[in-house]
Every structure is written in structure tokens, then in C-alpha cells.
């Protein structure tokens, strides 16, 4: 078996990396993904940090999570405001104190982020307050405030953002599940 010239001349180069090289490329890509997220907190979510703060004190334990922005850049969209916060009252009660009570929150959070202004010239305000019932049970509901006009009221919406035009009543317990068709007599000639 013959080998040809230019075999011979260029032998294959394997590629080989010590195990001092990996460990530094595993420092670098770790100290890269830091500094993404450190850049990321602090150019994204750090301007909502003194509203975030100043919800927690007013309403201990709600856990709430504070962004904001357009919902697509190239279009002309509104800037919008969302806080979603946890409850102990249930958003969807009927119980008309919880109801004054939703109206008082929703009502505190708005002057809140009108004195803190996070987001200049934002337009819309959502709250979304929901109750955890059980482990993957959740009550929820959302509402959406029109920030530049002073004397505004609160519209609820859906999940997706949309106005609810038609409220949406809890199924009844007490109903029966089916009804019965009307019983005819038949008559035999």
C-alpha cells in the first residue's frame, strides 16, 4: 500500500485543549452570564424597585412583581404599567366589604404609582390580583386603569388584556345540572 505525497506532507492536526483552557473558558462564560444578568436587573427592573418597595409596605405579604413597557416596540402602542400582586381576599367575591375592599387597593396602587412614576409618560396601569386557593388552584382578576386622565375608572379585563364587555358569573352550585324535558302525554286512539 502506497501513501500519496500530500498525504505524507500534511498530517492530520488533532484538536486538543488542557484541562487549564477549559477551566478558564468555565470562569469566563460564568462571569459573562453575571454580568447579563446584573445588566439586565439593573437596566430593566431596577426602575420599579422603589414602587415594588412601597407596595410590599403597604400591603405586607403580596409579593408583588412591578413591569412595564410597550407590548410591541414598532407599533404605537401604549406604554403600559403591570402589577401583579398576591391577596388574602378573594378577588372574586361577591361580598361587597371584599368588593370595597379590591376598590380600596386597586385605588391605593394607583396614587402609588402616580406620586412614584416609574415609567414617564405611562398611559395605562394593569393590576392583576389573584388569591392562591390551592396548589394549582389560583382566583384571579385583572383590572386596567387609563393613567393620563385624572377622574379615570377602573375597567376589568381579561387574561389577555381585552375589556370585559360581559361580566362572567361563578357557575351556581345550587342549580340543577340538567333539566328535564317536558313530559308530554301521549294519546292511543
Do not use: C
Not at 415594588?52 to 410597550?70: M, N, T, Y
Not at 385624572?150 to 387574561?159: N, P, R
Not at 345540572?177 to 302525554?185: G, K, L, N, S, V
Request: glycine letters at 4%.
Amino acid at each position: 500500500m502506497t501513501t500519496s505525497p500530500v498525504a505524507a506532507a500534511n498530517p492530520a492536526k488533532s484538536f486538543f485543549l488542557s484541562g487549564r483552557t477549559i477551566v478558564a473558558l468555565m470562569f469566563l462564560l460564568g462571569i459573562l452570564a453575571t454580568s447579563f444578568l446584573y445588566a439586565y436587573w439593573t437596566l430593566h427592573l431596577m426602575p420599579f424597585m422603589p414602587l415594588q418597595e412601597a407596595i410590599v409596605a403597604e400591603f405586607p405579604g403580596s409579593a408583588p412583581r412591578v413591569d412595564g413597557g410597550q407590548k410591541k416596540m414598532h407599533k404605537d402602542t401604549p406604554l403600559i404599567l403591570r402589577i401583579a400582586m398576591k391577596s388574602e381576599l378573594d378577588p372574586l367575591s361577591e361580598n361587597a366589604e371584599d368588593q370595597q375592599e379590591m376598590a380600596r387597593m386597586r385605588n391605593r396602587i394607583a396614587e402609588l404609582s402616580r406620586s412614584l412614576d416609574p415609567l414617564p409618560g405611562v398611559e395605562l396601569l394593569e393590576l392583576h390580583i389573584y388569591k392562591l386557593v390551592e396548589e394549582e388552584a389560583i382566583r384571579k382578576r385583572s383590572w386596567r386603569l387609563a393613567m393620563q386622565q385624572q377622574q379615570a375608572e377602573w375597567s376589568e379585563i381579561d387574561e389577555r388584556g381585552r375589556e370585559l364587555t360581559v361580566q362572567k358569573n361563578p357557575p351556581r352550585t345550587d342549580a340543577p345540572a340538567t333539566q328535564a324535558a317536558p313530559e308530554t302525554e301521549t294519546v292511543t286512539p
